[in-house]
């Protein structure tokens, strides 16, 4: 199903980015020394976790996979549209950019996001050697965000979307993504008579599919293979953290991503 094991750590990689001059890891929760309830391999730094046991996790992801954690370059995720091309680490001393969405074409940055249902999205572009990660929750999917990601690539590496590879990562699935009639009527407003669509009634509610409407999303900014994992990060929070199927109480699982220089 596309897990692997690294030196404790268990992760999920996409099979048709395999033969690609990429790095990537979808890091589930387990294998880092973060205490109940952010047990264990938390690497969100604003949810109560003890700051030493974050910092801790993330030297160990990052050495599993022979990268410097000064390569990192990461964002603060605000649940928008906004998507920033990283030519240089992120100074750490430095604040963080606000986007849901980084790229980038330098072999020395590592791409760094945190995830707790929203949907991560991840894209090569095998000719210009560039890659990316997209945040998107339902927010920032009826803003089109992994559209605005597909159109920065092209902006700035001279992608084209026909060249370049997608992948869904785990997330939570429509059965358990329940919604209000507020999320509908947005989705409607930004996406047309499309929106409606990835809604469905179910036990007495409303219920949203962002694998769908993400998915639809890239083919539509002219992205023709998409990987879906199809795998619910609240279904399994015995490898993921929820922040539905915890209830707000958990951690952010992390996704690393990085070309190869050879």
């Not at 990461?74 to 240089?88: I, K, R």
């Not at 849901?100 to 050697?129: E, H, K, S, W, Y």
């Not at 509610?205 to 293979?225: F, M, P, R, S, T």
Request: glycine share 10%; aromatic share 10%; proline share 4%.
């Amino acid at each position: 199903m596309g897990f692997y094991e690294k030196d404790g750590l268990r992760y999920y990689q996409f099979e048709s980015f395999k033969s690609l001059p990429v790095f990537h890891a979808i890091l589930t929760r387990r294998g880092g020394i973060s205490q109940p309830p952010f047990d264990s391999l938390n690497t969100g730094g604003t949810v109560g976790d003890d700051p030493q046991a974050v910092s801790s996790n993330l030297k160990k992801i990052f050495t599993a996979f022979g990268r410097d954690l000064s390569s990192r370059f990461d964002v603060w995720q605000v649940h928008g549209d906004q998507v920033v091309c990283a030519d240089s680490p992120r100074n750490l001393d430095a604040p963080y950019q606000r986007a849901d969405g980084i790229l980038t074409a330098n072999t020395n940055i590592t791409l760094f996001m945190r995830f707790a249902d929203c949907v991560p999205i991840l894209l090569v572009d095998p000719q210009a050697r560039a890659v990316g990660i997209v945040h998107a929750g339902w927010q920032g999917t009826y803003r089109r965000v992994a559209q605005r990601a597909v159109e920065k690539m092209s902006a700035g590496f001279g992608s084209r979307p026909e060249s370049l590879l997608a992948g869904i990562g785990p997330s939570i699935c429509q059965s358990c993504y329940e919604v209000g009639s507020d999320v509908l009527r947005l989705f409607q407003a930004h996406l047309g008579a499309d929106g409606k669509r990835y809604f469905q009634q179910q036990d007495g509610g409303l219920h949203l599919d962002l694998w769908k409407a993400n998915q639809e999303i890239l083919y539509q900014a002219g992205v023709q293979q998409v990987e879906v994992s199809r795998v619910c990060t609240a279904c399994n929070v015995e490898d993921w953290y929820s922040h539905r199927g915890e209830k707000g109480k958990t951690g952010r699982f992390a996704v690393i991503m990085g070309i190869k220089d050879h």
